[in-house]
């Protein structure tokens, strides 16, 4: 069962999913603060590729880049084309679509973790 | 857990929202109940229009961005005269300030604060939707 790493990436997948959940938080919250602009992140298949290998420390001068170096908190602004004469870019109406992309994704991800325990459950039985 | 964290702190951002845009629909009612609100003395200034700011706010603890309520002003528009001998609050040529308040503007506001507070409602909902869902994988174990 060494192949098997489904949890590890619907459990990153769930953390990305929080993550974008919080940023539209934000935006919605911020939807009548002046020069306040939008925030994303980026697709999720950019970020998988971006997490790097651990690498191995053979000396202890040896520094390891801890997960935060390596992955910082990618959040990309969006584009000025909504933004209003008080410099705010917060598009609503697109913050909503994306309240249900993160919806159903998450949905998503936790029914791949319940199936997938579900599968282990038959072998183990 | 990073993701309860995560969804802990977008629950706090949407109520920081929705305790601003309360704050906001109060300016609004106190505007339209002083309409027509004039001086107290003959020839004095009627009631001001009230006007409110937001502005970003960073939780420190958990890196979330907040909104609060940045300050609440005085509109500097100039105030409507009127030729109203017997009101109390004429000046000696019989002209009385009205309140700079329009009617209509505050409607207007009053609308999309709702809109964004209905907005702010939806986002925590679902935050806490998806913390559900977690636990919910917990069931029937």
Known sequence: MNDVYLFELSSQRTAYLSARQTLIAGNVANANTPAYKALDLKPFSAVLQQ?????????????????QELDPPIARENGDEY?????????????????GEVNRDFGMATGVKKIFRQMFMQALK | MADQDALGASLRI???GLESQSVRLR???ENIA???????VPGGDPYTRQT?????ALDRATGASLVKVKDIGRDAAPYSVEQDPGNP??????????PNVDILVELADLREANRSYEANLQVAKQSSDLMNQTVALLKDV
């Open chain 2, 14 to 16: 949407a109520g920081s």
């Open chain 1, 83 to 99: 933004a209003t004469v008080s410099g705010n870019s917060v598009d609503v109406e697109g913050e909503m679509v994306k309240l």
């Open chain 2, 52 to 56: 409110i700011t937001f502005e970003n």
């Open chain 2, 34 to 40: 002083n309409a027509q609100s004039t001086a107290s």
């Open chain 2, 27 to 29: 300016v609004i009612s």
């Open chain 2, 89 to 98: 609050a004429a000046d000696e040529n019989g002209f009385v300030k009205l």
């Open chain 1, 51 to 67: 997490a790097s290998i651990d690498m191995a420390t053979t000396n202890p001068a040896h520094l390891t880049p801890t997960a």
